[in-house]
């Protein structure tokens, strides 16, 4: 097996590669990880002291519970596997609080962390909106969790496909035939098809079985490309390293088992 790294956007953290000579079983199980056993930060509960916003208590609270936090997996572990018995401690728990007086609009950076290593990603994302003399006040707990259990403690959306090979052929006679049967996109500014530009899932897919003489498309049954596009909680490095981490520990879980 082998990982390739094809493409990283510094902006955004995302990632892509190749993954080499593996099967679909251990793709899927890779993604199947990344996706909803990679454990971040998120809020789970809150305690309202004030609310005199538009928005009914169980609205904020959901709107906050979605808010990416920065996570420290050092630090914190996660409830079920904590000391503390899932009770809350400060180990799996971090106290969060919030108070703003309108008029205003209320932003995730107005969400008071007590520890600086976790924090609103995106610190303009708007909760709600406060007209004068509405206050919003409260108090929120954050835990460590997986996305098992809800889509807020997912790190990123992952997917993947089988990785293709592609053959573009200059062959003016079936361009004229079928070139109207194309994506726009992926014509160079001479009219012709250009392989570089055929970059996509989407495109590549829509290239695929229109005309084999124009465009050829065949995938490689064993060989994968991933797209990690992370929420922010987490590097996507991280990511993919945590994943194979939990992967290795619940192997290791059915190898302890085994023995007994
Ligand atoms: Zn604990």
Redesign the pocket.
Known sequence: MEVQLLEKDKETDKVNFILKDSTPAFANVLRRIMLWEVPVMAIDEIEFKKNGSILYDEMIAHRMGLVPLTTDLKSY?L?EK????????????LKMSLKVKGPAMVYASDIKSKDPAVKPVYPKLPIVKLLKNQTLELEATATLGTGKRHAKWSPGHVYYTYLPKITVHDNPEKLAQFGDKYPPQIFGKDGKIDRNLISTPALIDACDGVCDDLVKVEYNPNSFVFYIEPWGQLPSKKIVQQAANVLQEQLDEVTEALKQ
């Open positions: 572990t409830p904590c000391k503390c018995e899932g009770k809350g401690c400060a180990h799996c728990q």
